[in-house]
């Protein structure tokens, strides 16, 4: 099932097809998120998800903590829709430099 995800302080609007995680849909369509590792290890794509559910396939990853978790945080790099969302990143795009 394709889902969309809303960046809230931008109103930017994108949609993620089946298999795809939000960080992958995102760049995939000109959206520009932070990111890093692309692996779950990082944390620099960690966002507030503000309305909606993210599920993790491959398990819990390493750079999102239970606390984090449990208050609401997600990672797009990892994190895949299980509903439309809304989404605050929580580190600036400006902010970030990606792995290389």
């Given at each position: 099932?394709?889902?969309?995800?809303?960046?809230?302080?931008?109103?930017e609007r994108f949609t993620v097809e089946p298999g795809e995680t939000v960080l992958q849909a995102g760049l995939r369509q000109g959206i520009t998120l932070p990111c890093g590792c692309?692996?779950?290890?990082?944390g620099a794509c960690i966002s507030r998800i503000i309305e909606?559910?993210?599920?993790?396939p491959d398990g819990q990853p390493?750079?999102?903590?239970?606390?984090e978790a449990e208050s609401g945080k997600g990672l797009c790099c990892v994190g895949h829709p299980a509903?439309?969302?809304?989404?605050?990143?929580?580190?600036?795009?400006v902010d970030w430099e990606p792995w290389v």
């Open positions: 099932m394709t889902f969309s995800v809303t960046i809230q302080s931008t109103g692309h692996g779950g290890v990082c909606g559910r993210v599920v993790y390493l750079a999102l903590m239970v606390e509903s439309d969302l809304v989404i605050e990143p929580v580190n600036s795009a």
